[in-house]
């Protein structure tokens, strides 16, 4: 008998990095005059929105120990 287990691992950049490297890409190249601000808009927006979800979780673990 052979004993084989197989691991999958999902890793890689993701729709955000991907998203962030292309535009980053247009404004070096000149395609796009935007702000360096939203050009990295989706990497901020991201941050922004994991850390609303923190948040929502502490202040409802906050509540659950009252």
Known sequence: ???????????????????TVLFVGLKLTNVIAWSWLWVLSPIW?????AGLFLAAAFVLYLLAGR
């Open 1 to 19: 008998m052979s004993n084989s287990s197989s691991s999958s691992s999902s890793g890689g950049i993701g729709f955000c990095g991907l998203l």
């Open 45 to 49: 927006i991201s941050l922004a929105i």
